[in-house]
């Protein structure tokens, strides 16, 4: 008797990575429509509703000001995302520049790129973001750059290494023979095959970046309380958990989730990009 084979993407898609996927569409409903989860308003205080643990009412309890923080995790998922996403972006953008120039222009270009990126590499990345705001200040916009500088190295590395190969694969060298310009060689040959790829990794990418800007908060170094970020919210409950645990729970693994969930996603379109 013929059964019929699995499709590919059933294969691919586990429960785990189910799971994951489900946590990334209540991560985009929360980042875009936040109210259709939480209602309320994430500034609301209610000072004698302090210090309320878990209970029905407040799922996730209240904080110092009786602010619901249920509602504040769900209203901090649309600047968490946009840090990470924004951080991410500033990371790829820059090691489009610095990983094409060293591929495409030449040995003394090549040399001179090489050697920053391994200065770069020579710090930790949280360390070198910590260096950025050191420099310029703390603040949401400077964190988001410390971290996107700080993810640039890695994928400048990588964006290299494709397009040198790319530079040198056959259809490339046809059309020079053919006399095509540089400009369309560039655009329509080494750029789509150097670069998509690259944008797999993206997903990984923004888990990091919001696990890094979520650190940079903690510090004090990124926004800061009352917002309703998920690091903020880390910063505002750490003084409190011994007595308020939930302050700092929630939003942790609200933290945790995220960047476990585009992490997931990131090894399966990996998966997929290499079958």
Do not use: C
């Not at 059964?3 to 209540?26: C, D, E, K, M």
């Not at 878990?54 to 009786?66: A, K, L, N």
């Amino acid at each position: 008797m013929l059964t019929r084979a699995p499709r590919r993407g059933a294969r691919l898609l586990g429960p785990v990575q189910w799971v994951a996927l489900a946590v990334v569409v209540l991560l985009l409903v929360a980042a875009l429509a936040p109210s259709v989860l939480a209602p309320g308003d994430p500034f609301a205080i209610a000072p004698a509703e302090a210090f309320l643990s878990p209970r029905w009412g407040h799922p996730f309890g209240t904080d110092e000001s009786g602010r619901d923080i249920y509602t504040r995790v769900v209203h901090g998922a649309a600047p968490s995302l946009v840090i990470g996403v924004a951080a991410t972006a500033i990371g790829i953008g820059l090691a489009l520049v610095l990983g094409l120039a060293a591929a495409l222009l030449g040995r003394v270009v090549d040399f001179a790129v090489s050697r920053l990126l391994e200065v770069l590499f020579a710090f930790p990345g949280l360390l070198l973001a910590l260096l950025v705001i050191t420099v310029y200040g703390p603040g949401v916009v400077t964190s988001t750059i410390a971290v996107g500088l700080a993810t640039a190295p890695g994928y400048a590395r990588i964006i290299r290494a494709q397009a040198r190969s790319v530079a040198g694969a056959p259809y490339v060298e046809a059309a020079v023979v053919l006399g095509r310009s540089r400009a369309r060689i560039l655009g329509r040959h080494i750029l789509p095959n150097a670069v998509v790829p690259v944008f797999v990794l993206v997903t990984l990418g923004v888990g990091q970046a919001i696990v890094w800007a979520a650190a940079l908060s903690y510090l004090g170094l990124g926004a800061e309380p009352p917002a309703a970020e998920w690091g903020a919210m880390l910063f505002a409950g750490k003084n409190y958990l011994a007595t308020a645990w939930w302050m700092t729970f929630f939003p942790g693994l609200a933290i945790v989730l995220s960047a476990a969930a585009t992490t997931v996603l990131g090894r399966l379109l990996q998966r997929r990009e290499v079958r």
